[in-house]
């Protein structure tokens, strides 16, 4: 029996229709991922099966005794004070004070009242024991301790970082014992430590999961099924994500040949009907306008019946940074950087260079300093600053994690008009990045997170910034604007120095990494897959040390596989990191021939198309039993 089930939901913004007629069910233990482009109502779908939003036309019906706990993609809200085991045991807290309520309220001389007051503590204190409430401490701290936060327990929730809070909120969620558990994005903020740790911990969860997700990688390790929102409905697909863009790409290619079948078929139909037409007008025979009359019968018959032109469901931004790439060697060099809060020390006598056109991905855990780092940088930095140099023919594009770049009260327009002449030319760049001409006249602060992500990187590309600083660049981006970035990346002449917790991102794009380790950027020559072959994963990323205490620094300089300090690869065996290099490469081939069906689709050549998805197929399936010897092989 579902725990979930969304009947014929209809639900209105702005007068127009986000979902219309949606339904679907959530079974016990199911991961479920929910994925469609920026805008088509995945948060508020959310919301509204999580009884956050009575706004909708149909029904959501919970199975009896179900509970649900729902995680938003924004981080949590502090009392003052709060420290992290509070927040977590916060529900559980008020539930006790309702509880003490209640029972001095059953003393009460009336009657009525004392016998409400014994109907509503029955009812609390059955939803209180059933989600432990009586060892909400100690299953806090046991939470805490295995999502690597044990030490924080009793650090207040202003001091923590954007991934520390995250996860205090899945804590949190997860205190009540739910039977559903519904997450918006729930791998923002974290850094690639706890990303890895998410993984595996969702994967495990006894309860069922609902999340949306803009990281692939999660989306295809944790999910069973993916449900698509597009086109103001709900279809469902069996699998992970991989398996789901399989089946909507090879559905495509196969509805592109009966579409080219029934348009021959059409053409052909409608000839005909003009040669009747000819006919019929030359010579005054009834039987030649009834042959017609027929004829043109058919034809709208055969319309009606046809099949559309296939579409893959997103319109696809065209990301393009203008910026020309500098003549000079220096983009940025860094010495003696020192960086603190009070007594709490990030960095010290830090330094790295980054040399015109390297892309370079800065990494480390949550609460190192990165995006502290690259404020500085944004605000200070300058070819006259020794310690934060930069070179003087960088024009600097920034991208911030926290989006508040914009003034909040000026419109898109007003904003663009700096760097553009005209509201024309205005929306002709902005129109590239998945704007309309309706978004030019809002204001910053009715944006979404995603829309302004997009701005932030439109802003880059219209002032022609030739060195990329970008914190997050892809949050709250969906998939298909995340591909279009990551391209237009690629073909960026200029530098990017780039922080994000999105491996598949990193892997694709980055050719440098510098990381930070035990308060000190650490230069690794070489991409991210290999950094996080010899140095990131199962290295104790938030400590800064290895499996067997060696310092990432001395692991990262005594790289070469098995060899190295650490065992290379946070201590995996010979066959895991082998595997790790194939499946690198395997998961950019499955990328490759995604892109080329989706070509191809988009340019009618559905033969090809169909072609290449048989091979994507296969390809698939290799790797899916590449990725089930690579768990063995960690184990082993």
């Known amino acids: ?59 959501v019906r919970l199975e009896p005794h179900a509970r649900v706990a729902y995680v938003s993609q924004k981080p949590p809200e502090a009392l003052p004070g709060e420290r992290a085991l509070d927040f977590v045991c916060r529900d559980a807290y008020a539930e006790r004070a309702e509880l003490e309520r209640l029972a001095e309220a059953m003393g009460d001389a009336d009657p009525s009242v004392a016998a409400a007051a014994a109907r509503a503590y029955g009812e609390l204190r059955e939803r209180y024991d059933g989600s432990g409430g009586d060892l909400a401490e100690d299953a806090a701290r046991r939470l805490l301790e295995r999502m690597g936060l044990g030490g924080q327990a009793d650090t207040e929730l202003a001091a923590l970082s954007g991934g520390e809070l995250n996860a205090l909120a899945l804590a949190r969620a997860m205190q009540g014992r739910p039977s559903l558990l519904i997450l918006d994005e729930p791998g923002n903020h974290l850094d690639l430590a706890g990303l890895a740790w998410l993984e595996d911990y969702l994967s495990g969860l006894p309860c069922a999961v609902l999340m949306v997700s803009h990281d692939r990688r999660l989306l295809d390790r944790v999910c069973t099924a993916i449900l698509e929102l597009e086109g103001r409905a709900i279809a469902r697909y069996a699998g992970n994500y991989s398996a789901y863009r399989l089946r909507r790409l090879r559905d495509a290619a196969g509805q592109g040949q009966r579409w080219q079948a029934d348009r021959r ?157 005209t509201r024309q030319e205005v929306y002709g760049h902005l129109s590239t990045f998945l704007f309309t001409y309706g978004d030019l006249d809002k204001r910053c602060s009715r944006l979404s997170g995603g829309e302004l992500n997009r701005l932030q990187l439109a802003r880059a590309s219209a002032m022609k910034a030739n060195f990329l600083v970008l914190d997050e660049p892809t949050n709250h981006l969906d998939i298909p604007t995340r591909e279009a970035v990551e391209d237009a990346l690629l073909d960026f002449d200029g530098t990017v120095l780039v922080i994000s917790h999105d491996r598949y991102f990193l892997e694709k794009l980055a050719d440098r990494v510098v990381f930070i380790d035990d308060g000190r950027f650490v230069e690794y020559e070489g991409s991210f897959a290999e950094y996080w072959r010899d140095v990131g994963r199962g290295a104790g990323a938030l400590r800064g040390v290895d499996g067997k205490g060696a310092r990432l620094e001395d692991r990262a300089r005594s790289r070469g596989g098995v060899a190295g300090a650490g065992g290379g690869g946070g201590g995996k065996n010979r066959a895991a990191i082998a595997l790790e290099e194939e499946l690198s490469a395997m998961e950019r081939r499955k990328e490759e021939l995604e892109k080329s069906i989706a070509d191809a689709i988009e340019a009618r050549r559905f033969s090809e198309s169909k072609r290449l998805a048989g091979e994507l197929e296969k390809h698939t399936k290799l790797l899916a039993a590449q990725w089930e010897r690579y768990g063995r092989a960690l184990d082993s």
Do not use: H
Not at 309 to 332: C, H, I, M, Q, W
């Open 265 to 421: 078929k059409l053409e052909r139909l409608e000839a005909l009907v003009k040669k009747f037409e000819q006919i019929a007008r030359g010579r005054p025979d009834p039987a030649w306008g009834k042959r017609l009359r027929a004829r043109r019968s058919q034809l709208e018959r055969e319309k009606e019946l046809a099949t559309e032109r296939p579409d893959l469901g997103y319109r696809d931004a065209a990301v393009n940074f203008l910026g020309e790439a500098s003549k000079a060697t220096l983009a940025l060099e860094v010495r003696g950087y020192e960086k603190a809060f009070g007594e709490r020390v990030l960095l010290r006598d830090a330094g790295f260079t980054v040399l015109n056109g390297e892309r370079v991905a800065l990494v480390g855990p949550n609460g190192s300093g990165k995006t502290s780092f690259v404020r500085d940088l944004i605000e200070l930095g300058s070819w006259e600053r020794p310690g934060l140099r930069v070179g003087p023919s960088m024009r600097l594009g920034y991208c911030a994690q926290d989006q508040s770049v914009f003034d909040p009260e000026k419109t898109v327009e007003e904003l663009f008009l700096t760097w553009l002449p």
């Open 1 to 59: 029996m579902a725990i979930l089930e969304a009947i014929n939901l209809e639900k209105d913004f702005g007068g127009e229709a986000l979902f219309s007629g949606a339904g679907f069910g959530v079974e016990p233990g199911e991961k479920l991922g929910l994925v469609g482009r920026n805008g088509s109502g995945k948060t508020t779908l959310l919301r509204i099966l999580a009884g956050l939003d009575d706004d909708y036309r149909g029904a």
